[in-house]
């Protein structure tokens, strides 16, 4: 008896009915944000919105890792001849975990540029912006389609096309925002003329093909010693290499693009970047200048700072006059010039042991103070201090005895019972930088011993009043920094008694303008530094 052959129907498949509501609920809220939201607002949004979009780097290589492996997952179903069922479950979770991801990665993105001055009308920032929103409404329409595709055993083609247009769009603006990150020559900065040529791009520059490579000051030459350009030889590529990198075309933080001379002079949101002839009014020595510790030094944490001799000779060129054409046959150059020059590229001036001090730069004998070689026993003392504080003593010269002391590696561990530890080498001290530490009045007593001190950072101290009568003992002083302290109109009046200071610094203290006026008026030599662009 023959049995017959009954065919089973084939199991409901439940339509995504609701993936598809909430996946259009997810793009209308991507496409409203920005139209709601108006432009970005800077430093008015609350810190949450600010704090929330710095996650954004983070986020952003979540969709660009899952969408690739998606991608290759139906590479390998086509090419291998696969049946799009057997992909489909295995494709679902990751597209759901790209597409959610690229939802997060692009609140997080426009919270980041909500929250940033510098993309208000930055036309590569708004493309960005736009692109991953397009990226993300795209993901989301891919998962839906998927999820339609697999429910009715349908036709995949349409899932995927739609897959690869969406990697496309993710390419483009991932790299728009590369190219705010690193600036948008950042993929071919480095690529040889033959690449270069095949892209229709300019061949490189002698000068670009001769850059110092791993940091190294020597510039590139249009000449030899007095034949180079000041500003293009030497001044350029020292803040090519420590500044350019976030101040230029698609990158220009606050605003200020330092690529080009006419718009370093020009300056950003802060005012113009020089102040030719007044190097101390400058705002981008004013940033150099700053603890390495505060927030609005520059070049900031965790870029490569700029070095002393390289921010001697950028202050000596704008102190004569910053001129673009000027070669150094054209200056009469003073020998600190000359050594910090000689750092920079050997051949302009004769070479000298390294100055460890900041501004001034010259050492101890040219303001009439005999120096000599250190003995053992001052050696003994040093090498003994440097274990405790490593780095932060050293002689400033290795033909001189006096020394210079930083705390800028101990900052919030030094106070005054540590710094009384360097009691029986004070009296050697020429410079000395305790900004952002733990120290007193009592400290600063201490340096009433330094009868050779020209220099002296005291930045974001707790230091008073009290301190200024200790700096008085001092007449060799020639730089003072009491940048963030408690001094006062009391204390700062009497620093006209010090004749050969040339510096004084007293951004955000209680200063009054009436009584810089007056002390001014007394130290005619002397600049005065109250804040950016003063």
């Known amino acids: 008896m023959a049995v017959e052959e009954i065919e089973l129907p084939s199991p409901k498949r439940r339509k995504p009915w609701g993936i598809t509501f909430m996946g259009l609920l997810a793009i209308g809220g991507l496409i409203a944000m920005p139209i709601l939201a108006g432009p970005p607002e800077g430093d008015k949004m609350p810190d949450i919105v600010r704090f929330i979009g710095n996650f954004h780097p983070v986020l952003l290589h979540l969709p660009i890792g899952v969408f690739a492996l998606i991608v290759l997952q139906e590479l390998g179903a086509i090419f291998g001849r696969r049946h799009h069922e057997q992909v489909a479950n295995t494709a679902m979770f990751p597209l759901f975990f790209g597409a959610a991801s690229a939802i997060l990665a692009v609140i997080a993105g426009f919270l980041?540029?909500?929250?940033?001055?510098?993309?208000?009308?930055?036309?590569?920032?708004?493309r960005h912006l736009w692109g991953g929103l397009i990226f993300a409404v795209a993901a989301v329409t891919t998962f839906i389609l998927k999820a339609w595709t697999v429910s009715l055993s349908g036709n995949p083609a349409f899932y995927r096309l739609l897959?690869?247009?969406?990697?496309?769009?993710?390419?483009?603006?991932?790299?728009?925002?590369?190219s705010i990150t690193h600036g948008e020559d950042h993929l071919t900065k480095y690529a040889p003329d033959p690449v270069r040529t095949l892209m229709g791009l300019e061949k490189k520059k002698d000068s670009e093909k001769e850059a110092p490579k791993g940091g190294g000051d020597k510039p590139a030459e249009s000449g030899g010693g007095g034949n180079q350009l000041v500003y293009t030889d030497i001044v350029?590529?020292?803040?090519?290499?420590?500044?350019?990198?976030?101040?230029?075309?698609?990158?220009?933080?606050?605003?200020?693009?330092?690529?080009?001379?006419?718009?370093?002079?020009?300056?950003?949101?802060?005012?113009?970047?020089?102040?030719?002839?007044?190097?101390?009014?400058?705002?981008?020595?004013?940033?150099?200048?700053?603890?390495?510790?505060?927030?609005?030094?520059?070049?900031?944490?965790?870029?490569?700072?700029v070095e002393d001799h390289e921010l001697?000779?950028?202050?000596?060129?704008?102190?004569?006059?910053?001129?673009?054409?000027?070669?150094?046959?054209?200056?009469?150059?003073?020998?600190?010039?000359?050594?910090a020059l000689a750092k920079i590229a050997p051949g302009n001036g004769k070479a000298a042991a390294p100055a460890e001090g900041d501004e001034p730069r010259e050492t101890a004998a040219g303001?009439?103070?005999?120096?000599?070689?250190?003995?053992?026993?001052?050696?003994?003392?040093?090498?003994?201090?440097?274990?405790?504080?490593?780095?932060?003593?050293?002689?400033?010269?290795?033909?001189?005895?006096?020394?210079?002391?930083?705390?800028?590696?101990?900052?919030?561990?030094?106070?005054?019972?540590?710094?009384?530890?360097?009691?029986?080498?004070?009296?050697?001290?020429?410079?000395?930088d305790l900004s952002a530490t733990k120290i007193t009045d009592q400290a600063v007593a201490q340096l009433g011993a330094s009868k050779n001190l020209r220099l002296v950072r005291l930045a974001e101290t707790g230091v008073t009043d009290a301190s200024i009568d200790t700096l008085l003992k001092l007449p060799t002083l020639e730089s003072i920094n009491l940048y963030g302290t408690k001094v006062t109109d009391a204390g700062v009046s009497k620093l006209a008694?010090?004749?050969?200071?040339?510096?004084?610094y007293l951004w955000k203290t209680s200063v009054t303008p009436e009584t810089i006026k007056t002390l001014q008026e007394k130290l005619p030599k002397c600049e005065i530094v109250t804040g950016l662009g003063s």
């Open 367 to 432: 303001h009439g103070s005999a120096t000599k070689l250190p003995d053992e026993a001052l050696k003994s003392s040093v090498a003994g201090i440097s274990k405790e504080f490593p780095g932060a003593l050293s002689f400033e010269s290795q033909q001189s005895d006096l020394l210079t002391f930083t705390a800028v590696s101990l900052r919030g561990n030094l106070d005054d019972a540590a710094f009384k530890k360097l009691e029986s080498v004070t009296p050697q001290f020429v410079t000395v």
């Open 163 to 178: 897959l690869f247009a969406s990697v496309s769009i993710m390419g483009f603006a991932s790299h728009d925002g590369g």
């Open 497 to 504: 008694a010090l004749g050969n200071l040339k510096r004084l």
């Open 112 to 126: 980041l540029y909500q929250g940033t001055d510098d993309y208000a009308g930055n036309a590569l920032a708004e």
């Open 236 to 305: 350029h590529p020292i803040l090519e290499r420590r500044c350019v990198q976030c101040h230029k075309a698609g990158k220009a933080k606050g605003k200020y693009r330092m690529d080009t001379y006419e718009l370093l002079v020009k300056g950003g949101k802060e005012g113009p970047g020089l102040e030719i002839g007044k190097s101390a009014n400058s705002n981008i020595v004013i940033r150099m200048e700053l603890p390495k510790d505060d927030e609005e030094h520059m070049p900031p944490e965790g870029k490569p700072d």
């Open 312 to 339: 001697a000779v950028i202050k000596w060129w704008i102190d004569n006059g910053a001129d673009e054409k000027k070669s150094l046959a054209d200056f009469d150059i003073p020998a600190p010039v000359k050594e």
